[in-house]
């Protein structure tokens, strides 16, 4: 409880002292400063209200309450979808969706809500330069074919020792950079979770230095994978 309202906080504070900052030098800021204070309005705001959603996300998740509303979408949509609620000032999102993907009898809001994680998460991690990539494409497992979402950032990168846990609950890498970066912990479990739930699975690669690649995989046919 005491982390979690530590993480609630971190953003609360920063909204709090960018307004007052903003008000105190109305009349003597200049336009770039002013920019700059809504920036981190924005973002912050973003950062708490998806912290948020994903706490009451997950305990719908892990008590089985949470019902799944499963209809025909496309993976333009749901990439769509991810974009219109990603709100972070200067962030630089570019996406490759392959042409004739199939589509998939997923719940569209969860299966967005899992890469709007992905894609906060490569944010995040990027350092002074906010930039991912989405690519979505099909693959084949087997006799089963699916539609693959991968999201790649250029950040710090994560040693192979610890890409096993980083699906876990509250995990973090113990790092200098990765220690500066708020988060409550939760956001790749939860992306696990719903993809499992929609019988599809995860996967990470990453290089120190080099940045990270995290895809999750779901069936785009009748057919579920095993």
Known sequence: IANISHELRTPLTSIRLSSEALYDSLQESTLEQMRYYLEVIIEQSSKLNLMIGNFLELSLLE????????????????????????????????????????????????????????????????QAE????????????????????RVTDWGIGVEEKHLPQLWDKFYRVDSSYAAEVRGAGIGLAIVKKIIEAHKGFVDVESSVDQGSTFSFCLSAGSKEVV
């Open 130 to 149: 906010k930039k991912v990539l989405i690519e979505v494409e099909s693959s084949k497992k087997g006799n089963i074919q699916l539609c693959c979402f």
């Open 63 to 126: 008590s089985g309450e949470r019902v799944f509303t499963k209809k025909r979408t496309t993976p333009q949509d749901i990439v769509e979808r991810a974009l219109d609620s990603i709100d972070i000032p200067n962030a630089q999102v570019e996406t490759h969706v392959a042409k004739n993907l199939p589509s998939m009898l997923v719940d569209e809001f969860e299966i967005s809500l899992a890469l709007i994680n992905l894609i906060h998460n490569g944010l995040n991690f990027s």
